[in-house]
């Protein structure tokens, strides 16, 4: 583990995995229409959008994306990580009020480059929404005791 309690890349293996939870809100549809400028009325107007295809409102597929950076942040690797890539593919609409699973699980390890790369996957009760795979640099213990010696 580094100093805030994050996976140094010494510390990962594949087959390790993390999720995390959040249930997206009115709030957090609003919000994130304002800091992207994604105004889209599929996410912010009820009436036009109960006339798509979706029957209703959906989140910004960013923001329930964002609930994989939130897993790599905070669980896997977790803290001192930077993400270098993602990829998605969007499987099905996340609504107000559905809560999101995000769970990583490390498929590669690059000890040499202190990388390593991700499935990553959010559900929405047994749906999957989003699938991907992200390509992460996580901190090093041996680095750090080389640049110490």
Do not use: W
Not at 49 to 73: C, D, M, N, P, Y
Not at 109 to 121: F, Q, S
Not at 126 to 138: F, K, L, N, P, S
């Amino acid at each position: 583990m580094n100093g805030m309690n994050g996976h140094d890349i010494e510390d990962l293996h594949p087959g390790m995995q993390a999720t995390f939870s959040k249930t997206v809100t009115e709030a957090d549809i609003v919000l994130f229409a304002g800091v992207s400028g994604d105004n889209n009325a599929i996410h912010t107007n009820e009436e036009y959008a109960a006339g798509t295809r979706f029957g209703g409102r959906i989140a910004h597929g960013f923001l329930t994306a964002s609930v994989i950076s939130a897993a790599v942040a905070n669980r896997l690797p977790g803290p001192g990580t930077v993400y270098l890539a993602q990829q998605l593919r969007f499987l099905a609409p996340v609504r107000p009020g559905d809560t999101v699973h995000a769970t990583v699980t490390v498929q590669t390890v690059d000890l040499e480059r202190a990388r390593a790369v991700l499935h990553t996957v959010c559900r929405v009760r047994e749906t999957v929404v989003i699938d991907g795979e992200a390509t992460v640099m996580t901190t090093s213990s041996a680095r750090r005791a080389a640049a110490a010696a």
